[in-house]
């Protein structure tokens, strides 16, 4: 068990450049959830799948955000015309989940990757 | 509109001391509380959760209580060590909902030696 990884750890960019960050769950996880972490605030949902389809996004999600997970592996998550409110810690976590509908198997969260918009 | 609120930013505990933090919560359809920590640049760690049909759950040197009527839970940790120092999250969501976690803004707990 390797543990949630996401790739880069970092990222500075200018405003209006497109960003693309990458989460790569626990093998034997089938779902994978994006959350976003602001300073002095918790982690807020964005947006989750399961196995390859993606069951549900937050408002939060703008629509130049998006989110895929072609293969029910890693997923990856665009930020399209960044701004400088979209600056955070975007967090990735997985769990299992063998029953439809229901899931209470806590979440394991990658380290995050920290976005800087200039 | 706030959900989940940890009014304590922040705690300081003696070591071997009990360290007892504490969250509220508004929405009722809330019946899966859990807790984590988190470690500077690391993501946060489960620790414990307590479903709303039991009022206490313990692991450890870790014990969750919940008060429904309260709308209350807390998280007591004893004895307190050093490594417990870290920032606790507080999060909730509805039963078979885990998937959507509603956190609070955290309290960072320093324990003195």
């Known amino acids: 068990d390797t543990g949630v990884s996401q790739d880069p750890r970092h990222k500075i960019t200018k405003r209006g450049q497109n960003v693309t960050f990458r989460c790569d769950p626990i093998?034997?996880?089938?779902?994978l959830y994006w959350y976003r972490q602001t300073l002095g605030q918790g982690p807020e949902f964005l947006t989750y799948?399961?196995?390859?389809?993606?069951?549900?996004k937050s408002r939060l999600l703008s629509d130049r955000f998006s989110a895929e997970r072609p293969k029910g592996s890693f997923s990856t998550l665009e930020i399209q015309r960044t701004e400088q409110g979209d600056s955070a810690m975007y967090l990735c976590?997985?769990?299992?989940?063998?029953?439809?509908?229901?899931?209470?198997?806590?979440?394991?969260f990658g380290n995050g990757t920290r976005l800087t918009v200039t | 509109d706030q959900q989940v609120k940890q009014n304590s930013p922040s705690l300081s505990v003696q070591e071997g001391r009990i360290s007892i933090l504490n969250c509220d919560y508004t929405?009722?359809?809330?019946?899966?509380f859990l807790w984590y920590k988190k470690y500077p640049a690391e993501g946060p760690t489960f620790l414990i959760s307590i479903s709303s049909i039991k009022d206490k759950n313990e692991d450890g040197r870790f014990t969750v209580f919940l008060n429904k009527s309260a709308k209350h839970l807390s998280l007591h940790i004893v004895p307190s060590q050093p490594g417990d120092s870290a920032v606790y999250f507080c999060?909730?969501?509805?039963?078979?909902?885990?998937?959507?976690?509603?956190f609070g803004q955290g309290t960072r707990l320093t324990i003195n030696p």
């Open positions: 929405n009722s359809m809330f019946d899966y």
């Open positions: 093998s034997e996880h089938n779902r």
């Open positions: 976590a997985s769990s299992f989940n063998d029953r439809v509908g229901v899931d209470n198997s806590p979440l394991h």
């Open positions: 799948f399961q196995n390859e389809a993606q069951l549900e």
């Open positions: 999060a909730a969501s509805p039963w078979g909902g885990a998937q959507k976690l509603v």
